[in-house]
């Protein structure tokens, strides 16, 4: 009979960012019906209230409809980011991980170690620095800066995401079911992409939540430079940025509510990622006794049974 473990409990710290998480959603999806993010709704800068709960800004713009704005821009850049990364480090990973020690494995592993050498926020300056600020135009495609920086981050973390798919695979690989679909002349390409990446992709969803949890502190950031989304188009970085006059003239609201949103998009992905992590590290790991089966979920070995000597008798 096979045995049935619950799965592990998430704990406080996963439901707490849970909780972070939803809320960073609610301010960017549900602050949107606010109105108009440009429009002037008051004559300058008011304390929050009923009809505007986080205030306005100097300009006299609800600063909710703005803050929803920027978490929802922050949101967009960061999601097209790590996905760009999984979609272009993820396979590299894999094809190291298929020839652990291979000349392919070195190669891969050395341009992957010499962009980790590099400070991760310093490279994605330099990224954008090269690129410029301006909008490109390909034709009737224009790139605006908020692709570009969703771009320079995401690249960024395509060694990260290399490595993770490249370590997940090289203990892939020397499970037994993969023997024992080579013996069946199963093609490698089969084994790889069917069955060896289904099993590599929760430790990465795992790490694609600690990803989003740097990416949303690196466009802020970004922002707050004056490298990222320009203004008038709001994000947190650059509410934060242009609230340095007025937290000095008393306008507390000003820098101190949409910097509560970016912590709470920093802390919450960051905690669910710890959680998503550590479950996927524990279910990654056999039992004693456990051997994979391909497309299927571990099951315990059944030992062979041994003949009583008195029954030989």
């Keep these: 009979m096979r045995a049935r473990t619950r799965p592990p409990h998430p704990g406080v710290a996963g439901w707490i960012g849970v909780v972070c998480v939803l809320l960073y959603l609610l301010v960017a999806t549900v602050g949107r019906l606010q109105g108009d993010p440009a429009a002037l709704v008051a004559p300058g800068p008011e304390a929050p209230s009923l009809g505007h709960p986080f205030g306005t800004d100097h300009l006299g713009r609800d600063l909710l409809?703005?803050?929803?704005?920027?978490?929802?821009?922050?949101?967009?850049?960061?999601?097209?980011?790590?996905?760009?990364?999984i979609v272009v480090g993820v396979p590299l990973g894999v094809l190291a991980g298929r020839r652990h020690g291979g000349r392919l494995d070195g190669l891969l592993m050395r341009a992957v170690e010499t962009l980790q050498a590099l400070p991760q926020f310093v490279f994605v300056m330099f990224l954008i620095g090269l690129m410029g600020t301006a909008d490109m135009h390909f034709g009737p495609l224009t790139v605006g800066n908020g692709a570009r920086v969703a771009?320079?981050?995401?690249?960024?973390?395509?060694?990260?995401?290399?490595?993770?798919?490249?370590?997940?695979?090289?203990?892939?690989?020397?499970?037994?079911?993969?023997?024992?679909?080579?013996?069946?002349?199963?093609?490698?390409?089969?084994?790889?992409?069917?069955?060896?990446?289904?099993?590599v992709w929760p430790p990465v969803l795992g790490q694609a939540c600690l990803a989003m949890a740097i990416a949303v502190f690196?466009?802020?950031?970004l922002s707050f430079l004056g490298l990222g989304v320009a203004p008038p188009h709001a994000t947190l970085g650059n509410l934060i940025a242009d609230a340095g006059g007025q937290i000095i003239g008393g306008d507390w609201w000003y820098a101190t509510l949409p910097g509560t949103v970016l912590v709470l998009g920093i802390l919450g992905f960051n905690l669910l990622g710890d959680t998503v992590g550590g479950r996927s590290g524990r279910r990654a790991r056999?039992?004693?006794?456990?051997?994979?089966?391909?497309?299927?979920?571990?099951?315990?070995?059944v030992p062979t049974p041994t003949p009583n000597p008195k029954e030989t008798q």
């Design 65 to 85: 409809a703005r803050t929803a704005e920027g978490a929802w821009t922050s949101l967009l850049i960061c999601l097209s980011s790590i996905g760009f990364a």
């Design 151 to 199: 771009f320079a981050i995401g690249l960024g973390f395509v060694p990260y995401f290399a490595r993770v798919a490249r370590a997940a695979t090289v203990v892939e690989m020397q499970e037994d079911y993969v023997a024992n679909l080579r013996g069946l002349g199963v093609p490698e390409r089969e084994i790889l992409f069917r069955e060896v990446l289904v099993n």
């Design 218 to 221: 690196a466009e802020g950031g």
């Design 286 to 301: 056999p039992a004693p006794g456990v051997r994979r089966v391909p497309g299927r979920r571990p099951s315990p070995s």
